[in-house]
């Protein structure tokens, strides 16, 4: 199986237009400490790719990888289509900017599917334009492509909507607004699970990093208390629906328990990550985890 890392920020970027904090003004100043929103690129076939989420920088992201680029015809693409995490609009703003393909697949859980049709009117405003071929995500293993080379299944994770999907009455019970993508390659059986945001680390989801070889995961935030600490938020992470990396509820301990590799991606521009010479990296280390940087390319 080949991935190559798009990008490894969380929404917003590194540096984010308009913020003047430590981690976006050494980004500024440091241009290898920059970073692209999160996103990945999956071969699921020999020159067929999809794009693990679309986010605000896809155009970069595909001009700045030789495998996403088109040819040898004037308008063939690789990129076949758009597999989603959740309807958040980092990760689905970029949908639009393949509006001058001649169509693509977008898989997602219904509950995405709807809020990007339904609230956002992706269809309606893109039909004049291309082809949306929508595929549902959420009731099992399914093959991405007709030669079956790679499965994909999705694992809730968490209820949490975007804000514009957000209700006056807050109610809401499916877990299928955020997963975690399972992919599985059929010929050696090796797989990875991709989780840019995870609320809670359920059974299901210990099941499937277990069986793993490869986990990138939730980096958001280094520890808990960070959103208030650098006053971005009066929420803590956690209150975020993101897990820490650190701490007694961090994802750092169970992660070093696994046989997989594993790393961290969607990083926040307050987490002291972004820093390349911060003691947070030795600690990682010690514990056997990475971070993920944009541009790498891992193949299992
Ligand atoms: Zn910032």
């Given at each position: ?6 990008g490894?920020a ?101 509950p ?8 956002m ?8 334009y ?34 514009y999907a957000?209700?006056?009455?807050g ?6 607004w ?65 897990l ?41 280390g ?15």
């Amino acid at each position: 199986m080949l991935l190559q890392v798009l990008g490894t920020a969380a929404g917003g970027g590194l540096p984010q237009w308009n913020c003047a904090c430590p981690g976006c003004a050494g980004a500024r100043a440091h241009p290898h400490r920059r970073r692209r929103h999160a996103s990945l690129a999956l071969r699921a076939d020999e020159d067929r790719w999809y794009l693990v989420n679309a986010t605000p920088d896809i155009g970069d992201q595909i001009e700045d990888s030789p495998a996403l680029r088109p040819g040898p015809g004037p308008r063939d693409t690789p990129v076949a289509g758009v597999i989603l995490t959740d309807a958040e609009l980092d990760h689905t703003l970029g949908i639009a900017r393949l509006r001058e393909a001649d169509g693509f697949d977008v898989l997602a859980t219904r509950p995405v599917r709807r809020a990007l049709t339904g609230l956002m009117r992706l269809d309606d405003i893109l039909t004049p334009y291309t082809r949306l071929d929508w595929r549902e995500l959420g009731d099992g293993p399914v093959p991405l492509t007709k030669s079956g080379g790679i499965e994909i299944d999705a694992v809730p994770v968490s209820p949490k909507r975007p804000r514009y999907a957000v209700t006056p009455d807050g109610a809401d019970d499916d877990h299928t607004w955020v997963v975690a993508l399972r992919l599985r390659e059929s010929a050696t059986g090796r797989s990875l699970v991709y989780a840019p945001a995870l609320a809670r680390w359920s059974d299901t989801f210990q099941d499937a990093v277990e069986a793993a070889d490869c986990v990138i995961v939730d980096g958001t935030f280094w520890d808990d208390d960070e959103p208030v600490r650098t006053g971005i938020s009066a929420r803590t992470a956690t209150g975020m629906g993101h897990l820490p990396i650190a701490g007694p509820g961090g994802t750092a301990r169970r992660l070093s328990g696994l046989r997989a590799r594993c790393l961290y991606t969607h990083l926040n521009n307050t987490n002291p990550l972004g820093d390349p010479d911060a003691p947070q990296h030795a600690l990682l280390g010690e514990w056997g985890l990475e971070v993920a940087a944009d541009r790498m390319v891992i193949e299992l």
